[in-house]
Structures are given as C-alpha cells and as structure tokens.
C-alpha cells in the first residue's frame, strides 16, 4: 500500500487500477499513513493556519428534489425560510467582526432568489466590505446568471458533483450534463471553482468514486469539499447507512495528495459524523473550517441531513471553541 501512496504523493496521480487497491484495501495502519503525508503536504502549502470562511444558509427553499438533501422539495416536515438582504448584511457584520474575511451564501435553488435579487445582495455586500470575499453555493443557474453575480462581486463558486451515480442521487429532470457545464462555465468566467462528492451515497461503488477522482483531476478545482454522506429522515435516503470517517479521511488524503495548493475544508458533515471530525479532517489535509454564521433561530431550519452540527465550534460564535481545538492539534485560525 505504502508504494501507491508515495507514487501518489510524488507523481500526484495514479492509475485507475492503483486507485482501485488504495480504495479498497487500505488498512488502519495505511490510513494513518496517507492521512500524515497528505498533512505534511498541507502544512507545506499552508503551514500550521486554517482559513475560516463564515456560512450564511440564505434560504432553506428548493425546487429540487435531490434523494439525498432534507431541504428537498418534497419534504413536507420543515419550516421554510428566506433570509433578508438586511438578515445577510447583518450576518456579515456579525462576521466581519468576529474576524471572518469570506463570506459564503448557501442555498437551496429558491425561485424566489432571482438572478436580480442575489446580484443585488451580492453587490450590496461588495460594497460594505471590499476586502473580503464572496463564495457562492446556490447550485445551478445559467451562465448568464452566473456572470451577473461575478460582476457583481462574487469571488468563488461552490457545486458539488457526484458524476457518476448522478442519476442515483437525483430525479429525472435534473440533469448531468447541465451541472457540468455549469462547472465549465464557472471556471471559464473567472471563478474560483470548488467541487466534491458525498462519500458513502447510496449507490456509491469503488468504480464511481475511481471516475470522480479522475474527472475532479481533469476539472482542477480550487477548493474540493469532501463530506460524508448522511441520512435525513424525511429522504428516501433515509433509511441508508451513513459514510464513513475512514473512507472520508481518504479520499480527503488523496485528492489533498493529488491537489497540493487546493482549499480543502473539514467539512460539517464530516465533524457531524464524528465529535473530532474536523480536527482529524486537518489531521489528514484539510486547511479550511466553514462555521455557521447564519441567525440562530433559522440555523435548525437548514437540515441538509440528521443532527447537523451548528453549535459550538460549527458556529461562528464559538470561534474561541474552534481556537482551542486547533491549538491542541498544532494550528491556528489564519
Ligand atoms: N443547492 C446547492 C447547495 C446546498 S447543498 C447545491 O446543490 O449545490 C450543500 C451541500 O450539502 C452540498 O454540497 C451537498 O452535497 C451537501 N449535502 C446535502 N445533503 C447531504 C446529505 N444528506 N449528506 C451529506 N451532505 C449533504
């Protein structure tokens, strides 16, 4: 096993039936193998500082229907929400002097948040603060829409993709082919582009996640989110198992192995799964934290998944709880 994980970290990429072995047969011992080169590559890149991005989940509203997403359309169980401009602003300025420099508008695909309606918030915040940025995770839209928000200030993009069990994840309708060129159009325009898959989906085999390695490879994004799948109880999904922390740490290790320079975050889902998921997230490359900055009161309503973590150091307030925990394992907030 070591001798594929050197090859990876030396050359950056393996061939398909390499991937094949390290996806399959890697051991505990291995593991902790891949997870310590991936972060001795993270500290080169990045040194010992995590980069903290403030989320503000502007809309609990979809009109998707994603199998796996609790704020899919078809839950009838959830409580909608659609924050304010002003709401928005007030969460940047919360941030802002918290520290928080990105600001990151997630989002269900809410008719109601017109093209005018996200440019003019994006601009509005452009406006109050010049120097921070602005990612936005609001899914699929045209290209046209997407260049609007970039001339209005958006910085960075965030789209998942999982290529190639999409039709397992999604009802007919939505399409793979319109997700990835959504993927080109954002990098064409000049975003900084993030990708990444949920580890563990139902339907997810070795050959599925052998393809998104490869394809995220060609793609070259600048941030890669990798996250466990989990189960929400109002899903289809629901009664499907959640991924693991050892597969989520590897893949985590081999696209940080694969992608030196790229912002890797410990993702929510991942620290959800497990109480120390973001430290052993950065114990295995990541150098990214994404706290939640939206109103207390909607936070609940964002219910991606079951028991998603907001509190304590998943939430912008407990900035000093996230401090505490990354010096403990070596880092600082950068
Ligand atoms: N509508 C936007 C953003 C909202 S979803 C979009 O489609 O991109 C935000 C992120 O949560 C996505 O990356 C998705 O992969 C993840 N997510 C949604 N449901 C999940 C689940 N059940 N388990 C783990 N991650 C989930």
Known sequence: MRQWIDKLREERTLRPEEFRQLLTECDGESLRYINKQAQEVSLRHFGNRIFIRGLIEVSNCCRNNCYYCGIRKGNPNLERYRLS???????????????????????????????????????????????????????????????????????????????????????????????????????????????????????????HLIQDILFIEQLRPEMIGIGPFLPHRDTPFAQSPSGTVERTLLLLSIFRLMHPSALIPATTALATLTPDGREQGILAGANVVMPNLSPQEERKKYNLYNNKASLGAESAEGLNILQQQLEKIGYQIS
Not at 90 to 103: D, I, S
Not at 132 to 139: E, K
Not at 180 to 190: A, F, P, T, W, Y
Request: a negative charge; one cysteine or more; hydrophobic letters at 30%.
């Open 85 to 207: 401009t002003e709401n928005i602003l007030n969460c940047c300025k919360q941030g802002y002097g918290l520290g928080f420099r990105t600001f990151v508008l997630q989002g269900g695909e809410d008719p109601a948040l017109t093209e005018e309606r996200i440019e003019d918030i994006v601009s509005t915040i452009r406006r109050s603060y010049p120097d921070c940025a602005i990612t936005l995770s609001l899914g699929e839209k045209s290209r046209e829409a997407y260049e609007r928000f970039f001339q209005a200030g958006a910085n960075r993009y965030l789209l998942t993709y999982d290529k190639e069990h999409y039709q397992q994840l999604h009802p007919a309708g939505m399409s793979c082919e319109h997700r990835l060129q959504c993927l080109r159009d954002l990098k064409d325009i000049g975003y900084q582009t993030g990708t990444g898959i949920m580890v563990g989906s139902p339907g997810q085999t070795i050959e």
